[in-house]
């Protein structure tokens, strides 16, 4: 498919000046705020443009020719490299009617991601800098002070204590430790190019979610992104079947499209909607229940909001949960590495000075 001079020139135009996930997500809220309140969408993306900088003003004006020749919204962001959850929010909203919610909704999920991403690794800037400095203490001490204390030691007849033996077992085990991740690495790497690309992409998520910690977080955000989407879809009165199309049409993401399209094939094969969903591992386990659940009380696409909401509280306190462990183990080896260097000289020192 050949792209006309213009749009060309918009891409590149598109790569100088990235959009940050942060931006992508405060645009549609914006664009959200503004539809919630009556706006037409041109209108909400030209309010918007009158705030921002002058290379953004030309991409949303660009963006307001492409609408107008009837592109749809969601290939346009996409055209603007926006985030995929994000323009498959946008892509369900265009079926489902439901915009200003969705947008609400998407450019919230983002942003939480954003987040958490931004505060893990704010979180890990301080002790990085403190294991680093600690292991060039380390090496100073272990390479140059103490084989020199402890030949004094030895020959004043005293024995390597306790944290003696401490540092110097760090120091013979240590790069065992760095060959072993390494060598992990390497191997998780092969496996990777070699094995797990080659799987379909729904058993590539129900492997993902098998891993520890990381796992049940991804787990949760599966099942929130397709419980809130089925959920609009329904509310804008489209069935089960047809939600599940619109699914599979969206080749923007291979996961939910595949996803659809094989509930879709057995359902046909006279399967319940409910049996489907318990077979995929990447579900939340009570999902199911909430689906047949809402489909027997017919309320189905508020038993679906509800959940959505649910996974994405669940979600937050597993993130805060994780934060709160990582950096106080951190904090705990680093300290139990400095004790450990400065009693491995002072110990025999107080010894000296009592036999004094």
């Known amino acids: 498919m050949f792209r006309n001079p213009n749009t060309i020139v918009w891409c590149m135009m598109m790569t100088k000046h990235k959009w940050t996930v942060d931006e992508q997500a405060n645009f549609l809220r914006r664009v959200g705020e503004l539809l919630a309140r009556g706006y037409p969408i041109a209108e909400a993306i030209e309010s918007i443009s009158l705030h921002l900088p002058k290379h953004r003003k030309e991409v949303l ?89 402890t030949s004094l030691f030895a020959s004043l007849g005293l024995e390597d204590n ?53 796992g049940r977080i991804l787990k949760l955000l599966f099942t929130h992104y397709f419980a809130i989407q089925l959920s609009f879809l329904l509310q804008g009165g489209i069935s089960v079947s047809e939600a599940l199309s619109l699914f599979e049409q969206n080749r923007k993401q291979a996961f939910f499209s595949q996803l659809g399209s094989t509930i879709i094939t057995k359902l046909v094969t006279g399967e319940t909607l409910a049996t489907i969903l318990s077979s995929f591992s990447f579900f939340e386990k009570e999902f199911p229940v909430i689906v047949k659940h809402g489909q027997e ?39 139990f590495l400095v004790i450990s260097m400065y009693l491995a000289i002072l110990l025999p020192m107080f010894h000296l000075l009592d036999s004094i």
């Open 162 to 214: 306790f944290f003696t033996k401490v540092v110097y077992a760090i120091d013979l085990y240590f790069p065992i430790v760095i060959k072993l991740f390494i060598g992990s690495m390497l191997i998780a790497f092969c496996y990777y190019y070699f094995i797990f690309r080659k799987y379909s992409i729904l058993k590539q998520r129900s492997l993902l979610v098998s891993l520890p910690i990381v």
């Open 61 to 149: 004006n660009n963006c307001l020719n492409e609408l107008k020749k009837g592109v749809p919204f969601h290939d346009v962001l996409d055209h603007l490299g926006f985030h995929n959850d994000l323009i498959g929010y946008v892509y369900y909203a265009e079926q489902h009617g439901s915009f200003a919610e969705a947008l609400l909704e998407g450019s919230s999920l983002v942003q939480l991601k954003d987040r958490d991403v931004k505060k893990l690794l704010k979180m890990l800037q301080y002790p990085v800098f403190l294991l680093a400095l600690t292991g060039l203490l380390f090496g100073f001490v272990e390479k140059t002070l103490l084989p020199r204390f």
């Open 297 to 335: 009380n017919g309320k189905l696409e508020q038993e679906l909001l509800f959940f959505s909401k649910h996974c994405m509280t669940e979600m937050e306190e597993s993130v805060d949960k994780i934060l709160k462990i990582v950096q106080p183990i951190l904090y705990l080896f680093i300290g």
